[in-house]
């Protein structure tokens, strides 16, 4: 009898032994380390690192849009989701007031290529260009991104933290 109960107790330890770190989730200031697929309501991908290196990024640090985070702090590591993040979660709405139309003769002439981002002087914002005819240049400071919900795919790799190195 004895003997089935050391054999139990072993198998028991060997199974909890492979279940430490099971189910533990990220905390602030953890590194992740995710591959993931952004979406448009439409099914039209965005982004993608699927087939590149894993995207790492620091939980807590806003090196994120919040919504994606959230998605990411309910995973464990192998784990993968859906999760579709509304405007607000994400880049906001779109704001009409980001946009305006300044004088071509003003402009910078290597500047004036549609899709050209670059910062304002003065200002702390990435700014495209949208529209340039003969006389005007239209600039737009919302992420190309904003007033979108987005939805992505997420599988969180693996989580650097809790005193690993």
Do not use: W
């Not at 004895?2 to 330890?13: D, F, K, R, S, W």
């Not at 770190?21 to 448009?40: I, Q, R």
């Not at 981002?117 to 949208?130: C, E, K, L, S, Y």
């Amino acid at each position: 009898m004895n003997y089935l109960a050391g054999i139990v107790m072993v198998a028991a330890l060997v199974l909890a032994a492979g279940c430490v770190g099971a189910g533990t989730k990220p905390t602030a200031g953890d590194n992740v380390s995710v591959k993931y697929t952004g979406t448009f309501e439409n099914g039209t991908i965005f982004d993608s690192n699927v087939g590149k290196e894993a995207f790492t990024f620091t939980i807590g640090e806003q090196q994120v849009i919040p919504g994606f985070e959230k998605a990411v702090l309910g995973l464990s590591e192998g784990e993968s989701v859906t999760v579709t993040v509304p405007v607000e979660e994400a880049y906001g709405e779109y704001n009409p007031a980001l946009v305006s139309t300044v004088n071509r003769s003003e402009f910078p002439d290597e500047l004036a290529v549609v899709g050209t981002p670059f910062m304002m002087p003065g200002q702390n914002a990435i700014f495209r260009v949208t529209a340039v005819n003969e006389t005007t240049v239209t600039i737009d400071g919302n992420h190309p991104l904003a007033g979108e919900n987005l939805t992505f795919s997420i599988t969180l790799l693996s989580i650097q933290g809790h005193g690993d190195a």
